[in-house]
């Protein structure tokens, strides 16, 4: 009997965890799964992650700090590979993947298959669509892994609506993925916005109706002057100093800026000033309008990117009013652009994410009058003093053909052809670079796993190294070391894995985001991940990212 009740006992056990482990039936379950209207992302380019807060006191209440107080904020978001350029960058966000898996390891790489230099997005099998050039010549046929906007498009059906803005071609093309419906970009030669026959064959009427109205020459009309009295702008150093280049013509060298000689005669020159952001949020808004984003069905996706940042930021550096009135600026712009989007979407119906494909050193100059680290390195008189060298030892011409994202190319065609001695040559550029005095190290790739490095270090170097795409050695330089930019006392640049140039803004905003920040180290390579688990869709195809749980309601 005892032994009857303890079987009985034991059944209604077993009866009550089948019922606790049974799939509750979700009295929604005949609704769909509820997205988003639209998908916003923006890449700043070459913001690093203090400009956030380093001009905090004086954006609006619309712009970044819309984003910050109202969405979630990624405060310890890392790019976990070098080089940290913005091809690399604009990819591995919206695929969360790294230059190893996805293929784009630099705006430029040598192909050692091809045996010559690609750019990023170069496809020679299309044409420009919108002028005559060649600068249409582009497409997504590099980049080896889906976007997330593939992966709307993909599980919508193709239904989803993926455009790209931005004035890089790289910009536009790289987030906004295969299956885009269009990417547009800038051509500075006739300051039209172009895109490929990849995507159409024509432009369509809205975007020709646009390049009609030559918004480039108003701004030119405009100039630029500070946004608030000069005196007003604390952060940075004086107007006047040796450490900015002269971008508009030596005679310019302080605010305002005179534009006018560059009316209908030089497109490019509105990249290196706000109004380059400004025109890349007035054609979002018009592709927005136009093509109904957010109107359809299905979730739709909008990939913005802001290039002028990064053109101002390389000629003036990060302590300059000139990029301070510039961030300024975009924080006025961006909070224009977020009200459209609530008249146009509706507040709420839209989820936000903006980040930066780089950060940016300090100009070396500035830092050593500052008694900090820093300096330059010349890779052209590099390359010269080598190849002088080798000449002489290994009687071959040209042995290094380049560096490329800090790392030396070798010139294999020429050392196979010679039957050189490839392991001593490597072993002499070792040991001769090793001497220069902004290096902290050089080894051979294919020697990275068993170089004894810093384990952060050694990541980002394996996660930013593709075999076929990449060079034969690793230069790192020393922190607040840059390759010279122009003339290498004024000016600056970014590709390393410091901080400086890797810790990156990462907010989210809107729609199935909850309100809040996190200080836990997260990666750029998380933002994807993050995305495609809100709308439900699969990840892209080389994600390696995880998601950002604290941000989702
Ligand atoms: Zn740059």
């Not at 380019?45 to 712009?63: A, E, H, I, T, V």
Request: hydrophobic content about 35%; proline content about 4%; charged content about 20%.
């Amino acid at each position: 009997m005892k032994r009857f009740y303890s079987v009985l006992v034991g059944l209604a056990l077993l009866q009550l965890s089948v019922a606790q482990t049974k799939p509750v039936i979700d009295a929604k379950a005949n609704t769909s799964i509820k997205r988003p209207k639209l998908v916003v992302g923006i890449v700043v380019d070459q913001m690093r992650w203090d400009f956030l807060y380093r001009y905090y006191s004086r954006y609006s209440n619309n712009g970044f700090k819309r984003l910050i107080g109202s969405g979630f904020s990624c405060e310890n978001t890392f790019i976990p590979y070098t080089p940290t350029v913005t091809a690399a960058g604009h990819t591995c966000i919206y695929t969360g993947s790294v230059p190893a898996i996805h293929g784009i390891v630099g705006n430029d790489w040598h192909d050692k298959t091809l045996q010559k230099k690609v750019y990023c997005s170069e496809d020679n099998n299309v044409s420009t669509v919108g002028n005559e050039g060649v600068s249409g010549k582009q497409s997504p046929k590099n980049l080896l892994v889906t976007t997330i906007g593939d992966e709307i498009r993909l599980a919508t059906n193709f239904k989803s609506k993926v455009i790209g803005v931005a004035l890089k071609d790289r910009g536009s093309i790289l987030p906004a993925g295969h299956s885009a419906n269009a990417a547009y970009w800038y051509d500075v030669t006739s300051g039209n916005w172009i895109t490929s026959t990849y995507y159409m064959n024509s432009l369509p009427k809205w975007v020709s109706d646009f390049n009609a109205k030559k918004l480039v020459n108003g701004y030119y009309e405009q100039g630029w002057n500070t946004l608030y009295p000069m005196d007003t702008y604390t952060q940075s150093s004086t107007d006047e100093n040796e450490y900015e280049n002269k971008p508009y013509g030596a005679d310019q060298t302080r605010f305002p800026y005179n534009f006018k000689q560059f009316e209908g005669k030089n497109y490019q020159m509105i990249a290196t000033s706000p109004y380059g952001n400004t025109m890349t949020l007035e054609m979002a808004k018009d592709a927005l309008d136009n093509e109904q984003l957010g109107k359809g069905s299905e979730t739709d996706m909008l990939c913005v990117s802001l290039s002028s940042t990064d053109y101002v930021g390389h000629n003036f550096g990060p302590n300059s009013i000139e990029t301070e009135d510039t961030y300024l600026r975009l924080d006025k712009d961006l909070g224009a652009f977020f009200n459209y989007l609530d008249e146009k979407i509706g507040v709420g119906q839209y989820t936000i994410f903006l980040s930066a494909d780089h950060g940016v050193a300090h100009v070396p100059g500035f830092m050593k009058d500052n008694k900090l680290p820093g300096g330059v390195i010349s890779e052209a008189s590099l390359i010269k003093d080598m190849n002088a060298k080798l000449k002489g030892l290994f009687l071959l011409d040209k042995t290094v053909s380049g560096i490329l994202n800090y790392q030396i190319h070798l010139n294999h065609a020429a050392i196979d052809s010679a039957n050189a001695d490839e392991k001593a040559i490597t072993a002499w550029i070792i040991k001769y670079v090793q001497q220069n005095d902004a290096v902290s190290q050089v080894f051979a790739l294919k020697d990275l796993a068993v170089t004894p490095l810093n384990a952060k270090l050694k990541d980002m170097l394996t996660n930013g190294y593709y075999p076929n795409r990449s060079g034969d050695i690793q230069i790192v330089l020393k922190p607040g070391y840059i390759e010279a930019y122009g003339s290498g006392k004024s000016g600056t640049t970014h590709g390393l894995w410091n901080p400086y140039d890797a810790h990156i803004p990462c907010l989210f905003y809107g729609w199935g985001i909850k309100q809040g920040h996190t200080n836990r180290e997260t990666y750029m390579t998380d933002i994807a991940a993050t995305m495609t688990a809100l709308l439900h869709v699969q990840m892209p195809s080389g994600c390696v990212g995880k998601v950002v749980e604290e941000a989702l309601k």
